[in-house]
């Protein structure tokens, strides 16, 4: 699956408000991840793995 090819979805903590906000691109093997206000500038591609410690980590905040 390309870049281009990736179906995006805002983070549901992401508010309304234009604030900072998230969005990710799950495909078969990998997580995307990018900043919705620079969807261009670049995105953070993990692992399953990878992910599931991310939002282990994101929750104990």
Known sequence: MTIDELIWFKSSYSSGEGGECLEVAPSPHT???????????????????????????????
């Open 31 to 61: 997580i995307h991840i990018r900043d919705s206000k620079n969807p261009t500038g670049g995105h953070l591609t993990l692992s399953s793995p990878a992910w599931g410690k991310f939002l282990a980590f994101c929750v104990r905040r």
